[in-house]
């Protein structure tokens, strides 16, 4: 499976922005999916992420701004973003994996995804 993110660019703070991931070589309903993000300096954190159920688990730095959604039939992965801050600026990733037991305790978790995409950046003003 490929993963291509899009949708990074830079903001004010306060302001939205969404993400999108689009998944190729296979079908994304197969998949559980997140988002992860990493500042410069930083580890690669998870922020959101969503099983192929639907069921949704978000990082407490993001819980109630930050939305994640799925469009199985457009194959496209979203994060629709709100109210950003300064701590949110970072390359922002989309990673997927078939759904394991790992996955269903620990979703945030990066090293439980092989397939990750280039990233996309994400800047916020003040």
């Known amino acids: 499976v490929q993963l291509m993110e899009a949708g990074g660019d830079s903001v004010q703070a306060g302001g939205s922005l969404r993400l999108s991931c689009v998944v190729s070589?296979?079908?994304?309903?197969?998949?559980?999916m997140a988002w992860f993000r990493q500042a410069p300096g930083k580890e690669r954190d998870g922020i959101a992420a969503?099983?192929?159920?639907?069921?949704?688990t978000y990082a407490r730095a993001v819980r109630d701004r930050f939305t994640i959604s799925r469009d199985d039939a457009m194959n496209t992965l979203n994060l629709q973003m709100s109210d950003l801050k300064p701590e949110d600026p970072a390359k922002y990733y989309c990673p997927a994996q078939p759904p394991e037991q790992r996955l269903e305790h620990f979703p945030l978790m990066a090293g439980a995804y092989n397939s990750w995409g280039q990233g996309t950046q994400v800047t916020v003003s003040s």
């Open positions: 969503i099983r192929t159920n639907g069921k949704t």
């Open positions: 070589g296979d079908t994304s309903s197969s998949y559980y």
